[in-house]
């Protein structure tokens, strides 16, 4: 048993095993930031973590680091413990949300500090300074302080500094909030080609399902402190552990219909005028259009769908191949392919087995 | 048209005219400081060249007369050293213990804001007060301090503390330092307060040991403010003749006499108004080049970042 438990563990980059913690707030109030979270990340893999704010996933991050203690539970780096540890001795680097450069420093300095602080002899130092400016492409900037820098330098910056230590596991805090939104869409894609290139083991904390959908090999879903969901980007998308993943992943969210004790839900892009879908096992069910928005080539149709359960107001994305004509004020056929409904309970929101739906 | 702007100027109030608040607003600080420091100063650099003594205080100048009795006086000399003395270990002491304070207020400790009143209470108490304290503290025969040390078997012969050469230097210090630590503290929390605090996460992810985090780290981030802090205590230790006459009298001999005191002694005491002036403005130019080098410096420093 034990034997067994060390050899899956030694597999991992990082395990996470029952982690709570609780913060003591004023007047004996406790907030539960984690509430018993098991995750683990495998070597080489890019794991975001993806949730609303305040769901816990900085302090898990903050935790792996050991810049926080766990009240509860153990953390595991390459297979050791390293409670108690100070995040020096876990070989992590981590990259803050604000980048925490020194002000006071040039970038060289700054990238400099860490080698410093495990006293690598100089000429190693200024190798591996020269290694890491040159893959971020920022050697010009080694004079320079933080403050003469743009916003997208500093994160390069930041991790040419996380990077020279050589760690076992990175952890990226949100890289990206700091950008312009045109800076984002290009530096998304070359932090990619960065873990790709040095083959380390990533966990990436955001609150934006479009970078953790991109980014990650793996996505984990918290909310509350627990963890939701773990898998791949389709398997979140397409196989929804329970309501919260499905409204919370998906933009528009996915539609959710109550009809007994449970819920019927159905993606957006799905739910089509019933003639652009098969006949064989589709659901159809009568919508009644309140509003069409035109966005990007996709028509968003607003409206109200009944017959299948409650009425319910629900959004269908139509691509721009769907040439159907619909105008508001009027009651449309649509209809879901039969294999494209989730259905959840009712009463708690986990994903339960399919029931039959007549038609 | 012109009948609307009419009565809208009838309405414009006095309040409403910016120059005319301004002056009111400064008239207050000005009268204040001509009357506090400016008239106070000149009368200084007046008397300083004249030869005025309580005797006949009428105004004869007197050219150099007063810089030449007090160049010529011993005592001068060594209360000039020991003003230096005083203000440098003072200053040293005062940056370091205000700095370990600043982060004791900063910690998150269980009685916060009793700790914070508590330790701000030094310099709430007014210097004689505390000078008072201090001196009942080492000062007399039977003195609390006195039966320690002479109960520990460290205090042999006649005397208290404060009636021996090293002693009372150390105890003069020792007021200072016990005042002005907390304001030292709450300049230097401030600049803490002011550095985001992620960077000292970021210095313990790059594994930097407490020592690295403290010289590499919060150090120099905070210089500029213990640069102020510094030049505060500084001023106040420097022109500061309360402690000092309270506490030991400038004695004994004229061992723990600073600038100040002597400026008293000469000027109102001995009755050389003009020996007295001519003391006390002896290191204004030499003060002021000190503060005006050490806000350089920091305004260098807060350049940079």
């Known amino acids: 048993m034990r034997r067994r438990d060390e050899a899956g563990t030694a597999a991992k980059a990082v395990e996470a095993r029952g982690l709570v913690k609780v913060y003591e707030g004023r007047r004996?109030?406790?907030?539960?930031?984690?509430?018993?979270?098991?995750?683990?990340?495998?070597?080489?893999?890019?794991?975001?973590?993806?949730?609303?704010?305040?769901?816990?996933?900085?302090?898990?991050?903050?935790?792996?680091?050991?810049?926080?203690?766990?009240?509860?539970?153990?953390?595991?780096?390459?297979?050791?413990?390293?409670?108690?540890?100070?995040?020096?001795?876990?070989?992590?680097?981590?990259?803050?949300?604000?980048?925490?450069?020194?002000?006071?420093?040039?970038?060289?300095?700054?990238?400099?500090?860490?080698?410093?602080?495990?006293?690598?002899?100089?000429?190693?130092?200024?190798?591996?300074?020269?290694?890491?400016?040159?893959?971020?492409?920022?050697?010009?900037?080694?004079?320079?302080?933080?403050?003469?820098?743009?916003?997208?330098?500093?994160?390069?910056?930041?991790?040419?500094?996380?990077?020279?230590?050589?760690?076992?596991?990175?952890?990226?805090?949100?890289p990206l909030s700091g950008l312009d939104a045109k800076l984002r869409a290009t530096t998304r894609d070359e932090l990619k080609r960065f873990q790709r290139q040095i083959g380390t083991a990533t966990i990436y904390v955001t609150h934006d399902q479009e970078e953790a959908m991109g980014?990650?090999?793996?996505?984990?879903?918290?909310?509350?402190?627990?963890?939701?969901?773990?898998?791949?980007?389709?398997?979140?998308?397409?196989?929804?552990?329970?309501?919260?993943?499905?409204?919370?992943?998906?933009?528009?969210?996915?539609?959710?219909?109550?009809?007994?004790?449970?819920?019927?839900?159905?993606?957006?892009?799905?739910?089509?005028?019933?003639?652009?879908?098969?006949?064989?096992?589709?659901?159809?069910?009568?919508?009644?259009?309140?509003?069409?928005?035109?966005?990007?080539?996709?028509?968003?149709?607003?409206?109200?769908?009944?017959?299948?359960?409650?009425?319910?107001?629900?959004?269908?994305?139509?691509?721009?191949?769907?040439?159907?004509?619909?105008?508001?004020g009027e009651t449309h056929e649509f209809a879901v392919p039969g294999d494209r409904l989730r259905f959840f309970d009712a009463e708690y929101g986990i994903r339960t087995a399919p029931v039959r739906i007549g038609g | 048209m012109s009948g609307t702007r009419a009565r809208a100027g009838d309405r414009t109030r006095l309040t409403d005219r910016e120059g005319f608040l301004a002056w009111a607003f400064l008239l207050p600080t000005i009268v204040y400081l001509t009357a506090l420091v400016v008239a106070p100063f000149g009368l200084t650099v007046a008397f300083a060249f004249s030869r005025s003594t309580s005797d006949a205080p009428s105004y004869r100048f007197g050219g150099l007369r007063g810089f030449r009795a007090v160049f010529g006086d011993d005592?001068?000399?060594?209360?000039?050293?020991?003003?230096?003395?005083?203000?440098?270990?003072?200053?040293?002491?005062?940056?370091?213990?205000?700095?370990?304070?600043?982060?004791?207020?900063?910690?998150?400790?269980?009685?916060?804001?009793?700790?914070?009143?508590?330790?701000?209470?030094?310099?709430?108490?007014?210097?004689?007060?505390?000078?008072?304290?201090?001196?009942?503290?080492?000062?007399?025969?039977?003195?609390?301090?006195?039966?320690?040390?002479?109960?520990?078997?460290?205090?042999?012969?006649?005397?208290?503390?404060?009636?021996?050469?090293?002693?009372?230097?150390?105890?003069?210090?020792?007021?200072?330092?016990?005042?002005?630590?907390?304001?030292?503290?709450?300049?230097?929390?401030?600049?803490?307060?002011?550095?985001?605090?992620?960077?000292?996460?970021?210095?313990r992810l790059d594994g930097a040991g407490f020592w690295r985090r403290l010289f590499g780290v919060t150090v120099p981030l905070t210089l500029p403010v213990t640069a102020v802090a510094a030049v505060f205590t500084a001023a106040i230790t420097f022109v500061d003749m309360a402690v000092v006459r309270v506490l030991t009298g400038g004695g004994p001999h004229d061992s723990t006499q600073v600038l100040p005191t002597l400026a008293y002694l000469r000027g109102v005491e001995g009755g050389d108004i003009g020996a007295g002036a001519a003391a006390s403005l002896f290191l204004l130019p030499l003060f002021l080049a000190g503060v005006v080098v050490a806000l350089r410096a920091v305004r260098r420093a807060e350049a940079i970042r």
């Open chain 1, 28 to 174: 004996d109030r406790q907030v539960r930031a984690l509430d018993g979270i098991d995750v683990s990340s495998n070597q080489g893999e890019y794991l975001v973590l993806l949730g609303p704010s305040g769901c816990g996933k900085t302090t898990l991050l903050r935790t792996i680091a050991g810049l926080e203690r766990p009240t509860e539970g153990e953390v595991y780096i390459g297979g050791q413990l390293v409670n108690g540890l100070p995040p020096r001795i876990r070989r992590v680097a981590m990259v803050l949300q604000s980048y925490a450069l020194y002000p006071h420093k040039t970038v060289h300095s700054n990238i400099e500090f860490p080698l410093k602080a495990e006293n690598v002899p100089r000429h190693l130092r200024e190798r591996k300074i020269r290694w890491a400016a040159d893959l971020l492409g920022i050697p010009d900037l080694l004079g320079r302080r933080p403050r003469q820098l743009s916003g997208g330098e500093r994160q390069r910056v930041a991790l040419a500094r996380a990077l020279v230590r050589e760690p076992a596991v990175f952890l990226l805090d949100e």
């Open chain 1, 215 to 328: 980014l990650g090999d793996r996505v984990a879903v918290l909310d509350a402190g627990r963890l939701r969901q773990v898998g791949t980007p389709r398997d979140i998308y397409d196989e929804p552990a329970d309501t919260f993943v499905a409204t919370f992943v998906g933009s528009p969210p996915m539609n959710l219909v109550q009809r007994a004790n449970r819920l019927v839900g159905f993606r957006p892009e799905h739910l089509l005028p019933a003639e652009n879908v098969a006949y064989d096992s589709r659901v159809t069910m009568p919508l009644r259009i309140e509003r069409i928005e035109y966005l990007s080539g996709d028509r968003h149709v607003y409206g109200t769908v009944t017959k299948i359960g409650t009425e319910t107001r629900v959004i269908a994305r139509l691509p721009a191949t769907v040439i159907t004509p619909l105008a508001p």
């Open chain 2, 75 to 203: 005592v001068f000399w060594r209360s000039l050293l020991d003003t230096l003395t005083l203000t440098c270990v003072s200053v040293v002491l005062v940056v370091v213990l205000g700095t370990v304070l600043a982060h004791v207020l900063r910690a998150d400790l269980r009685f916060r804001r009793t700790v914070r009143t508590l330790v701000l209470l030094p310099w709430t108490t007014p210097v004689a007060l505390s000078a008072i304290s201090w001196r009942w503290l080492l000062g007399p025969a039977g003195s609390p301090v006195e039966r320690v040390l002479r109960g520990a078997s460290l205090l042999h012969g006649g005397g208290s503390p404060l009636g021996r050469t090293g002693p009372a230097a150390v105890a003069v210090v020792a007021a200072h330092v016990w005042r002005l630590t907390p304001l030292a503290a709450v300049i230097v929390a401030a600049g803490l307060n002011a550095v985001p605090s992620g960077v000292w996460d970021a210095a």
